[in-house]
């Protein structure tokens, strides 16, 4: 009896640790794909209407899919090339912001296929590649693209430029090797646009 008593003792503390350290492991990879995916992780959630596990389901499959994706490097010549023509539409989104936004759109989809991810065809495979090496800044990809071909205000495209600039500081920024993950300064926090808006377009910003 004794000896049934201590065998029930073993299989019940090997089960607890067992279970504890299961619970260690989903709570440790939920942290890395927190730290990972910022806040597409919580736009995750929200789209699985607040099932944590569906949501980390689907990251952890874009991990498998894109996460040994190696982002090749830009030769100086069209570095220069890319911030020439982003300064370019940045003007002409003062005349003109829905063809701003339109062409802004193409640039980073080009961009991003330079730097090695999926084809800019083919957007929704282009930006998941994307949430895996660059999560804190593919928000303003995806409404830039939105507003590139939707019928949106004014103010709203202005936004849209505004976030995507932080994805085209990233890709043009990053090269392969020396990758700082953290969210840059530009745009500022504030959403403040990095270009003066001036003339009919402005709506009286001057920032």
Do not use: C
Request: proline share 4%; aromatic share 6%.
């Amino acid at each position: 009896m004794f000896t049934v008593v201590i065998i029930a003792m073993i299989v019940i503390g090997f089960a607890t640790l067992l279970y504890l350290g299961r619970g260690r492991g989903r709570s440790s990879g939920r942290r890395g794909l927190k730290r990972r995916f910022g806040p597409e992780y919580d736009r995750a959630v929200a789209r699985h209407d607040g099932d944590v596990r569906a949501a980390e389901h689907e990251l952890g499959e874009r991990v498998q899919q894109h996460g040994s994706l190696r982002e090749l490097p830009l030769s100086s010549e069209a570095r220069e090339h890319y911030v020439t023509e982003w300064a370019a539409v940045q003007e002409q989104f003062v005349e003109s912001p829905q063809q701003a936004v339109t062409e802004a759109d193409a640039l980073l989809a080009r961009l991003a296929k330079d730097r090695g991810f999926p084809d800019g065809e083919q957007f929704e495979e282009q930006l998941t590649a994307l949430s895996v090496h660059h999560a804190h800044f593919v928000q303003g990809y995806r409404s830039m693209h939105r507003a590139a071909r939707d019928r949106s205000g004014t103010e709203e495209m202005r936004e849209a430029m505004v976030e995507a600039r932080g994805l085209f500081e990233a890709l043009i920024t990053e090269q392969s090797g020396n990758r700082d993950r953290s969210r840059p300064s530009s745009p500022d926090d504030q959403g403040h646009a990095p270009w003066p808006l001036t003339g009919r377009h402005a709506k009286g910003r001057n920032t």
